[in-house]
């Protein structure tokens, strides 16, 4: 939900633009691409869904075409970049009052151009209601959906493809919000529905649910008694009667019957006794505020008592709620929490979703686009294009309750292969890539979101600068500039906008609001220059290794590559020197580096293990492009390989900062195996293999990984997994517990970042672990 000022053409743009405070075309983002669309139209919000088609640049590299020349030349980058035009599909999702359905129907319908459909899913009670509002303006059939199958699609959906889509609500917590992680299995669960009454359904499989149970005591009994009594007829004013009232001038507890706790039967003195028990006794006059607050308690406890009933007798511990009762109200979050705790005895817990109002939306696109399969692909929250979970309390923040005037966003944005767990994981369901969450650490919050704010400058320069031949390049990064900051100042007020904030969160919404303005790899000329560069020294480089003995080489690999992992354009400590001294070098990185012992120093238990039998397969998280790759994890990987271990190196299937990309790690294999034989014999007889992650992020979430990895690491049997770069090994992955073998290593290039882990400047992290037997 932001603010800016309005623009728009057309008379119904123009009326749309008079009602709202955000321009139709950044609500309606890429309508005029809109391929597929569904509804889903409830009491009193609208949820919108379409499926568009996104154009925007890539930056592709490939090799030089030499037929006809002697030989290349030597001042020749090694391999040429073009940018080309690539188009990915992207789902929509707007929610909004329903008041404002027809102006922006009618901004739909002007601005409709490529729709491949004549159907409209539609699902919701208001899809009776507006059917033939919506088949005039759109010129669409209406297809009605059932409620309840959509919702569970829209649940399955979201639980699959978002990683923090679930929350456990903490009343006293700061913030209030404590995302889960989710299960790499979704299911069984229990979806506890509230709307007018109550829908529990148990759902096993993606196809498979049932109805078991429910009630007639829903949000609409509290809305419909809570009118009676208070006279107000609107549901968010009466929860906002509730927020501020007492329950206890109205309710009659344990306390007002014995004069105390009830020491038999184990029930504290302030527990409910009986809701409203005091006004049938009581010679006075109750307050609005009062009395919505014990209907609330009233209803809430009776759905958290049902609720857990049934997660009991069908054995279920994941219960999820929603429905236009929850819709993120903090007041009715806190007491179906507290009343399923209370009757299960904290086994249950109450799970919330972060976009639990599109779920509706979502399962009805999904049932009209069957014929694409879209269950076969993984999507991804694009969150240059997503509002993010808003805190709706009243005492915190007032302005976000009166909702009219908002829309709120979400976009995801298909991959283009499915993700899964790395099956190397020890615990997939307990895995948690981040090391720090920020939502919870205060003070690293207000670092890294100062620190991201600082290099925001240079990540502009760079952007213009990857682009010189482009008239519009230093608008757009301004654009980008405005959009990112404008993120990071949400972040700073609503850390749990987008789930758990972390530097990987922080790292990634900056790369996808560089997507966003066509800066599809502002390093890609760096990388190119710096491959450039790494690969005329490569032979060297070897030849010294070969000279030295066996357990001095050992450790001199190791030191390459922590060297290598110095050159991280994303660490400013690092890119001032690059920048500044055009002679800094491969040794003079090592001699950056903190001598022995080291922060964390397991590098006598690595030794001591590599003069035991070779490992069958190594798998290799690899970082930066240029000096880390070629003078760092190829000669490792060199090594490795002549000891009889098979390696998988994995690059990122996409640009992030500096770091090699799996298209560009192909042409630097090729150069490498043209100067050296073992290398060149590897890639032949397929003894060395690269893949790539799935991922295009300077962090890496082993439980998102590209498919195909995940099969040739089982195939191959890969007993030890080797991750390095600050990204992958320090802000990610740094408690991450392996069933096989690992080594995690890193140079810490921010000084902060050192001085908390009891360090300092370019201190070593080398940590080489063993799993329990």
């Given amino acids: 939900m932001a603010e800016c000022g309005a623009s728009g053409s057309g008379s119904s743009g123009d009326s749309l633009d008079k009602s709202i405070t955000l321009p139709p075309d950044e609500i309606f983002r890429n309508l005029e691409n809109a391929k597929r669309f569904a509804i889903d139209i409830g009491g009193s919000l609208t949820k919108l869904a379409y499926y568009s088609t996104v154009q925007h640049k890539v930056a592709k590299v490939r090799s030089f075409d030499h037929s006809g020349k002697d030989a290349e030349q030597d001042h020749e980058p090694p391999y040429e970049i073009s940018v080309q035009e690539e188009v990915t599909a992207r789902l929509h999702f707007v929610k909004f009052e329903n008041t404002y359905i027809e102006a922006c129907l009618d901004f739909i319908k002007d601005h409709l151009v490529n729709t491949e459909t004549k159907v409209i899913q539609a699902t919701g009670g208001g899809a009776y209601k507006f059917k033939d509002l919506i088949e005039e303006k759109l010129q669409l059939k209406v297809d009605k959906e059932d409620v309840m199958t959509c919702l569970i699609k829209g649940c399955n959906f979201v639980l699959k493809n978002i ?309 519009d390049a230093a608008e757009r990064a301004e654009k980008f500039r405005q959009k990112y900051w404008n993120k990071l100042q949400t972040l700073r007020h609503q850390p749990f906008a987008y789930g758990t904030l972390t530097v990987r969160s922080l790292l990634d919404t900056r790369e996808h609001c560089l997507n966003e303005f066509n800066f599809p790899d502002p390093y890609s000329k760096v990388k190119q220059k710096d491959n450039g560069v790494a690969l005329k020294c490569f032979q060297r480089v070897v030849h010294s290794l070969d000279a030295l003995g066996w357990e001095e080489r050992q450790l001199a690999l190791v030191k390459g590559l922590l060297a290598g992992n110095v050159f991280d354009w994303g660490a400013k400590a690092v890119s001032e020197v690059l920048e500044s001294d055009p002679q800094f070098g491969f040794e003079e990185a090592k001699k950056k580096l903190q001598e022995r012992p080291w922060l964390v120093d397991s590098y006598s238990k690595w030794l001591q293990r590599l003069k035991g039998p070779p490992h069958k397969c190594a798998l290799i998280f690899a970082d930066n492009s240029g000096v880390d790759v070629i003078l760092g994890v190829f000669p490792f990987v060199r090594e490795l390989l002549s000891r009889g271990t098979e390696v998988i190196l994995a690059c990122n299937s996409g640009p992030a900062l500096n770091d090699v990309t799996h298209s560009e790690a192909l042409l630097v294999a090729e150069r490498v195996a043209a100067m050296d034989a073992v290398v060149c014999s590897a890639l032949r007889e397929e003894r060395l293999l690269l893949v790539q992650t799935g991922s295009s992020s300077p962090c890496l979430d082993l439980s998102r990984l590209d498919k195909g990895l995940a099969v040739l690491v089982r195939e191959r049997g890969a007993d030890l997994v080797v991750i390095e770069g600050m990204g992958r090994a320090v802000h990610t992955n740094y408690h991450a517990a392996l069933r096989c073998e690992s080594l995690k290593l890193a140079v810490l290039k921010n000084s902060w970042l050192a001085e908390r882990l009891g360090g300092r400047l370019f201190s070593v992290i080398f940590k080489y672990e063993v799993p329990a037997e």
């Fill in 163 to 471: 990683p923090h889509e679930a929350f456990v609500y903490q009343k006293d917590a700061d913030p209030e919000f404590r995302f889960q992680t989710n299960h790499p299995n979704i299911f069984p669960y229990l979806l506890v529905n509230i709307g007018s009454g109550v829908s529990i359904v148990k759902v096993e499989t993606e196809d498979r649910f049932e109805w078991i149970g429910g009630s007639s005591i829903g949000g609409g009994t509290f809305w419909g008694l809570g009118a009676l009594l208070t006279k107000t007829k609107k549901f968010d004013e009466l929860l906002h009667l509730a927020s501020k009232g007492q329950h206890t001038n109205v309710d009659m507890l344990v306390q007002d019957i014995y004069g105390g706790a009830h020491q038999t039967l184990g029930l504290s003195g302030n527990l409910i006794a009986s809701s409203f028990g005091k006004s049938a006794t009581a010679d006075k006059e109750f307050s609005k505020e009062d009395m919505a607050k014990s209907l609330l308690h009233m209803i809430s406890n009776d759905i958290g008592q049902l609720a857990c009933l049934y997660a009991r007798l069908h054995c279920l511990d994941r219960v999820y709620f929603g429905g236009f009762f929850i819709r993120g109200h903090p007041v009715t979050m806190r007491t179906i929490t507290y009343s399923i705790n209370f009757f299960s005895k904290g086994e249950v817990q109450a799970l919330f979703l972060r976009h639990e109002g599109y779920l509706g939306a979502i399962g009805a696109f999904l049932k009209g686009a069957e014929q694409d399969n879209p269950n076969q692909y993984s999507w991804g929250e694009n969150y240059a294009g997503s509002s993010g979970l808003m805190s709706s309390s009243p005492e915190l923040c007032p302005t976000q309750r009166a909702r009219s005037g908002t829309f709120d966003l979400l976009e995801m944005d298909r991959l283009e292969r499915p993700l899964v767990s790395l099956p190397l994981l020890l615990d997939p369901p307990s895995y948690v890539p981040d090391t720090v969450d920020l939502t919870d650490d205060a003070l690293a919050r207000k670092y890294w979101l100062t620190c991201f704010e600082e290099a925001l400058d240079g990540v502009v320069k760079r952007a213009v600068a990857s682009q010189p031949g482009s008239v």
